[in-house]
C-alpha cells in the first residue's frame, strides 16, 4: 500500500533534481528553481502533489531548524566585531523602510494595521540569499558583506520579536500577549530559563552525551533540545520561531557548538527546500499571469526603495558611496521570514487571498534577480563613481575627531587593515619602513588610531583619499583586502595618480590573476597557489626528505609559477594545470623496483597525467621528456584529475 506523502515527498525531490540540475547548467539561483518545482508540483501547476497540508508540516520544520541554525551561528564574538552595523545599521533599516512602506500604505488607503504589517513584510532581506552570494563571490569579509551582514543579524533577531506580536496588529486574543504582567513574567522566566539552561544545564549534558563518542545520540540530543525548547515556548502561547532561535542561542555557548551546527546543517538544507517548494505551491498561475504587470511594477518599486534606504543606511554608518551602492544592491530583495510574516497575516486576517498572492509573485521576482543585480554590481559602481556629487557623500565621512595626518614620501601604503595588513605593517614597523594605512571601517581605525597606529580612514578606490596620502611619492602599495571590486578599481585609481608605483595585490584565486596583471598590479599573491604549496610542502616532510631540498623544490615551483602566471594568456591560464577550476591535483609517490628502468612514456601511457618533477637522492629533474628513465625510491611528482590520480596510485609502481 502505498503511503500518500511518501510517494509525494518522492515527486517533490525527482523534480527538484531535474529542474535544479537544469538551474546549475544555466548559472540560475537555487532558490528559484525550488519556487518552480512548486509552482509545477502544486494544486494551481500541475496537481502532482496531494498532500499539501503534509508538505506544508515538512516546510514548518525547515523553518524551525532554520532558525535554530541562526542562533546557533549567533556568536558574540562575531557580533561585539560588527556591532555598530548590527545595532545602529539594522535598526535605522528596518525603522525607515518601516516607515517609507507604512507612509505609501496609508496613502493608498489601507488602514494602520495593514500598513504597519505591509511595511514589516517589505523591510526584511533575505538571509539565505545574500549569505549564499557573498559566499560564492568571496566577499563575505569586504566592507559592503560586513554591512549586510550585520544588518540580516539584525532582522533575524527583530522577525522573532515581529512574529511574537503579529497578532496584536490584527487584534487578536493571543492569551499572556494582551495581559501585561503575564507577558513580563513569561519574558523574565524565558531570560532565567535560556541563562541557566545556557550557563549550566545543556553545557554539562551536551558534555556528559559527548564522552560516549557515539554520533547518532549526539544528534538525537541537539534536535532534542532544538524541539523540546520549541514545544515549551509554542504551549505557553509564543511562536515556534522564537524557541527555536532560543534553542540555538544555548547550544551557541557550549563547546559543541560548531559540531552540533555540522549536523544540523543537511538538516536545514533539507527542509528548507521543502520551504521554498511550498511557497511555490502556494502561487496562483493564474492569478499571478492576470496581474503580472502589476506584480512586476510593485517588483520594481520595493527593490528601488529597498536599494535607495539600504544604502542610506551605509551612508549614515559614514560609508563611501561607492560602498552605499554595492549594500542597497545586496539588500534589495524580500527575504523568506516575509513569507513566514505573510501566511500568519493571511490566517489573521491582516491581508487577503489577493494581497497575498501579489506578495509572493512579488518576492518571489525580487529573490530570484538578487543574483543578477549583484552581477551587475561592479558596473553599476562604476557608475555611480561619475555623478557629480559632494565629497563627503562620495568618499564617506569619518564619524570622529581625525588628528593631523604626517605627510610621508618614499613610503609603503597598506590598503585593508585585516590580519595580512596588521602583518605588513608590523613588519614594516620592524624593518623602519614609513608606512601607512587606509582603512574603510570607520571602527577599525579608531580602535587603531588610540594604539598609535598611523592608520587613515577612507576608500581607496577613491582618487582624493589616495592623494591624502600624497600617493604619488610613494614607493609601493600592498592591496591586502577581501573586496575584489574594491581592488580592481584601487589599481586603476592608483596607477593613473602614480604610474611608478609598485603594486602588490592579494587574491584569493589562480583565475582572477591575469585581470589583475592587465591592470597594472606588478606583483600577485594567489592564496590559492600559496595554500597548494605549503601542502606540498607538508608531504614532502612526511616522506623525510631533507629540509634542504624541500625548501629549493619550493623555491623552483614557486618561481616558476609565478612566472607562468605572468606570460600565460588568458586562454593558456584556464588550461594550465595548476588551474584548480578544472579539478587539477598535485600529488607525490615513491616508486618501487618494478619501476626500475623505465621511462615516463611507459609509466604514464595508459594515463592523462603531467610530470611536474622527478626527486632522486638530492637532484630535482624538470623539464624532462618520455624517454627518462627512472629508478627505484625516486619521488615522482605527478598533476592531473582525481580519477586519473587515483587510478595511477592503484597501479603497480
Given at each position: 500500500?502505498a503511503i500518500?506523502?511518501?510517494?509525494?515527498?518522492?515527486?517533490?525531490?525527482g523534480l527538484?533534481?531535474?529542474?535544479?540540475?537544469l538551474?546549475?547548467?544555466?548559472k540560475m539561483?537555487?532558490?528559484l528553481?525550488?519556487f518552480?518545482?512548486?509552482?509545477l508540483?502544486g494544486?494551481?501547476g500541475l496537481?502532482?502533489?496531494?498532500?499539501?497540508?503534509?508538505?506544508?508540516?515538512?516546510a514548518?520544520?525547515?523553518?524551525?531548524?532554520?532558525?535554530?541554525t541562526?542562533?546557533m551561528e549567533?556568536?558574540?564574538e562575531?557580533f561585539?566585531?560588527?556591532k555598530?552595523y548590527v545595532?545602529?545599521?539594522?535598526?535605522l533599516?528596518?525603522?525607515?523602510?518601516l516607515?517609507?512602506?507604512?507612509?505609501i500604505c496609508l496613502?493608498?488607503g489601507?488602514?494602520t494595521?495593514?500598513?504597519?504589517?505591509?511595511g514589516l513584510l517589505i523591510?526584511?532581506s533575505?538571509?539565505?540569499v545574500v549569505?549564499r552570494?557573498?559566499?560564492e563571490?568571496?566577499q563575505m569579509?569586504?566592507?559592503?558583506?560586513?554591512?549586510?551582514?550585520g544588518?540580516?543579524?539584525f532582522q533575524?533577531i527583530?522577525v522573532?520579536?515581529?512574529?511574537?506580536f503579529?497578532?496584536m496588529?490584527?487584534?487578536v486574543?493571543n492569551?499572556?500577549l494582551n495581559n501585561l504582567?503575564?507577558l513580563?513574567a513569561?519574558g523574565?522566566?524565558?531570560?532565567?530559563f535560556t541563562?541557566?539552561s545556557?550557563?549550566w544545564i545543556?553545557p554539562a549534558?551536551?558534555?556528559?552525551?559527548a564522552?560516549?563518542?557515539?554520533?547518532?545520540?549526539?544528534v538525537?540530543?541537539?534536535i532534542?533540545?532544538?524541539f523540546g525548547v520549541t514545544w515549551?515556548t509554542?504551549?505557553i502561547?509564543?511562536?515556534t520561531a522564537?524557541?527555536a532561535f532560543?534553542?540555538?542561542?544555548?547550544?551557541?555557548?557550549?563547546?559543541?557548538?560548531h559540531q552540533?551546527?555540522?549536523?544540523?546543517?543537511p538538516?536545514k538544507d533539507?527542509f528548507?527546500?521543502?520551504?521554498?517548494?511550498s511557497?511555490?505551491m502556494l502561487?496562483n498561475i493564474g492569478?499571478?499571469?492576470e496581474?503580472?504587470l502589476?506584480?512586476i511594477?510593485?517588483?520594481?518599486?520595493?527593490i528601488?526603495?529597498?536599494s535607495?534606504?539600504?544604502?542610506?543606511t551605509?551612508g549614515l554608518l559614514?560609508?563611501?558611496f561607492?560602498?552605499?551602492?554595492?549594500v542597497?544592491?545586496?539588500?534589495?530583495q524580500?527575504g523568506?521570514?516575509?513569507?513566514i510574516l505573510s501566511?500568519t497575516?493571511?490566517?489573521l486576517g491582516?491581508?487577503?487571498?489577493d494581497?497575498?498572492?501579489?506578495?509572493?509573485g512579488?518576492?518571489?521576482?525580487t529573490m530570484?534577480?538578487?543574483?543578477?543585480?549583484?552581477?551587475a554590481?561592479?558596473?553599476?559602481?562604476?557608475?555611480?563613481?561619475?555623478?557629480?556629487?559632494?565629497?563627503?557623500?562620495?568618499?564617506?565621512f569619518?564619524?570622529?575627531?581625525i588628528p593631523?595626518?604626517?605627510?610621508?614620501?618614499?613610503?609603503l601604503i597598506i590598503?585593508g587593515?585585516?590580519i595580512?595588513g596588521k602583518n605588513?605593517?608590523?613588519?614594516?614597523s620592524k624593518?623602519?619602513?614609513p608606512?601607512?594605512?587606509?582603512?574603510?571601517?570607520?571602527e577599525?581605525?579608531?580602535?587603531?588610531k588610540?594604539?598609535g597606529e598611523?592608520?587613515h580612514?577612507?576608500?581607496?578606490?577613491?582618487g582624493?583619499?589616495?592623494?591624502?596620502?600624497?600617493?604619488?611619492?610613494?614607493r609601493?602599495?600592498v592591496v591586502?583586502?577581501?573586496?575584489?571590486?574594491?581592488?580592481?578599481?584601487?589599481l586603476?585609481i592608483a596607477?593613473k595618480l602614480?604610474?611608478?608605483?609598485y603594486?602588490?595585490?592579494?587574491?584569493?584565486?589562480i583565475?582572477?590573476?591575469?585581470s589583475?596583471y592587465?591592470?597594472?598590479a606588478?606583483?600577485i599573491?594567489?592564496?590559492?597557489?600559496?595554500?597548494?604549496?605549503?601542502?606540498?610542502?607538508?608531504?614532502?616532510?612526511?616522506?623525510?626528505?631533507?629540509?634542504?631540498?624541500?625548501?629549493?623544490?619550493i623555491?623552483e615551483i614557486?618561481s616558476?609559477?609565478y612566472?607562468?602566471?605572468?606570460?600565460l594568456?588568458?586562454?593558456e591560464l584556464?588550461?594550465?594545470?595548476?588551474?584548480?577550476?578544472?579539478?587539477?591535483?598535485?600529488t607525490?609517490?615513491?616508486l618501487?623496483?618494478?619501476?626500475e628502468?623505465?621511462?615516463?612514456?611507459?609509466?604514464?601511457k595508459?594515463?592523462?597525467?603531467?610530470?611536474?618533477?622527478v626527486?632522486?637522492?638530492?637532484k630535482?629533474?624538470k623539464?624532462i621528456d618520455?624517454t627518462?628513465?627512472?629508478?627505484?625510491g625516486?619521488?615522482l611528482?605527478?598533476?592531473g584529475?582525481?580519477d586519473?590520480?587515483?587510478n595511477?596510485?592503484?597501479?603497480d609502481l
Open positions: 500500500m500518500p506523502l511518501l510517494e509525494d515527498v518522492v515527486i517533490i525531490i527538484a533534481v531535474i529542474i535544479l540540475l538551474f546549475r547548467k544555466m539561483p537555487a532558490i528553481a525550488f518552480l518545482t512548486g509552482l508540483a494544486p494551481h496537481g502532482l502533489v496531494g498532500s499539501v497540508d503534509e508538505v506544508n508540516l515538512l514548518e520544520l525547515g523553518v524551525i531548524f532554520l532558525l535554530f541562526i542562533g549567533f556568536s558574540l562575531n561585539f566585531q560588527i555598530r545595532i545602529v545599521g539594522g535598526s533599516q528596518l525603522t525607515l523602510t516607515a517609507a512602506v507604512y507612509f496613502n493608498l489601507l488602514n494595521s495593514e500598513s504597519i504589517f505591509t523591510s526584511f533575505s538571509t539565505a549569505i552570494l557573498l559566499q563571490r568571496d569579509y569586504s566592507i559592503h558583506g560586513q554591512i549586510a551582514l544588518i540580516l543579524i533575524d527583530a522573532v520579536l515581529v512574529i511574537l503579529t497578532p496588529l490584527a487584534g486574543s492569551g499572556a504582567p503575564t513580563i513569561m523574565a522566566g524565558l531570560v532565567i541563562l541557566i545556557t550557563k545543556v549534558l551536551i558534555h556528559y552525551i564522552r560516549f563518542k557515539s554520533r547518532e545520540l549526539f538525537l540530543t541537539i532534542l533540545i532544538c515549551i509554542s504551549s502561547g509564543l511562536s522564537l524557541g532560543l534553542a540555538g542561542l544555548i547550544i551557541s555557548n557550549t563547546d559543541y557548538s552540533a551546527l555540522g549536523n544540523i546543517l538538516f533539507i528548507m527546500s521543502f520551504f521554498f517548494v511557497i511555490g502561487l492569478f499571478v499571469a496581474n503580472l502589476l506584480i511594477i510593485i517588483a520594481v518599486i520595493v528601488l526603495l529597498k535607495f534606504i539600504a544604502s542610506i551605509a559614514g560609508l563611501s561607492r560602498v552605499m551602492v554595492l542597497g544592491l545586496l539588500l534589495s524580500i523568506e521570514f516575509s513569507f501566511a497575516g493571511l490566517q491582516l491581508i487577503n487571498k494581497f497575498f498572492q501579489i506578495f509572493l512579488v518576492s518571489v521576482i530570484s534577480i538578487t543574483p543578477f543585480i549583484l552581477a554590481a561592479p558596473r553599476i559602481s562604476n557608475f555611480s563613481d561619475k555623478l557629480p556629487l559632494p565629497d563627503r557623500i562620495k568618499h564617506g569619518y564619524p570622529f575627531t593631523p595626518e604626517e605627510v610621508l614620501s618614499d613610503h590598503v587593515f585585516g595580512n605588513m605593517a608590523k613588519a614594516a624593518a623602519e619602513i608606512y601607512v594605512v587606509v582603512e574603510i571601517n570607520p577599525i581605525v579608531r580602535n587603531e588610540s594604539h598611523s592608520i580612514f577612507g576608500d581607496a578606490a577613491h582624493t583619499v589616495l592623494k591624502n596620502i600624497n600617493i604619488e611619492e610613494a609601493i602599495m591586502a583586502i577581501s573586496d575584489a571590486i574594491g581592488t580592481r578599481k584601487i586603476d596607477k602614480n604610474p611608478n608605483i603594486i602588490i595585490v592579494r587574491t584569493r584565486y583565475r582572477d590573476m591575469e589583475l592587465q591592470m597594472g606588478d606583483e599573491i594567489p592564496e590559492e597557489f600559496e595554500t597548494s604549496i605549503e601542502i606540498f610542502s607538508r608531504v614532502l616532510e612526511k616522506y623525510d626528505l631533507p629540509e634542504e631540498n624541500i625548501h629549493d623544490f623555491h614557486r616558476d609559477g612566472e607562468l602566471f605572468r606570460t594568456s588568458k586562454d584556464i588550461t594550465s594545470t595548476l588551474d584548480e577550476s578544472q579539478d587539477i591535483e598535485i607525490s609517490t615513491i618501487g623496483s618494478v619501476s628502468g623505465k621511462t615516463i612514456g611507459e609509466l604514464i595508459s594515463y592523462d597525467l603531467e610530470i611536474v618533477a626527486i632522486r637522492g638530492h630535482t629533474f623539464k618520455a627518462f628513465k627512472l629508478a627505484e625516486d619521488l611528482i605527478v598533476s584529475e582525481e586519473q590520480l587515483s595511477f596510485e592503484k597501479s
